[in-house]
């Protein structure tokens, strides 16, 4: 069974965006008019952006679990512009973060580590590990030479 170290990370977010869209993940009223954080000049041109963060927030939880909400901010967090200066690091909001760990723990696939942060259950861990060995099946198909990861 392949694991999510073994597909490229790109189209297992995009996968798994997909499966939370229809699992319904409770998206908070206000998305469509934040930003990411305050580093960001505009709201995500993309209107389906909140299950591509939960998606890509479950999938870093997986890899790097257990892991805080601090920490997740300042991963998702970039460079502001200050004046003619460098630019200086900003956090991501936090209740975007917050919201969407608060959604995946609905689901049951992420669980609370007392005094540590989240972690992925272990059915989080099913379903990313079946989609990654879906995706594998199929990048085997294009690419022969990828079987040695199977």
Request: hydrophobic letters at 35%.
């Amino acid at each position: 069974m392949a694991k999510v170290y073994d597909v490229p990370a790109d189209v297992l977010i995009e996968r798994l965006a997909s499966a939370l869209k229809n699992e319904d993940i409770p998206a908070p009223s206000w998305i469509p008019f934040v930003k990411t954080g305050a580093h960001a000049d505009k709201p995500p041109q993309d209107r389906e952006w909140w299950h591509t963060r939960c998606a890509s927030i479950m999938r870093k939880i997986y890899l790097n679990g257990p892991i805080g909400i601090n920490a997740l901010r300042n991963d998702y967090g970039g460079g502001k512009p200050s004046g003619y200066g460098a630019a200086h690091h900003k956090d991501a909001g936090g209740a975007i973060i917050r919201n969407a760990i608060q959604g995946l723990e609905k689901l049951g696939y992420v669980e609370k580590v007392e005094k540590k942060g989240r972690r992925i259950s272990k059915q989080g861990m099913q379903k990313l590990d079946r989609l990654s060995t879906e995706i594998l099946k199929e990048l085997i198909v294009e690419n022969p030479q990828l079987k040695v990861y199977s």
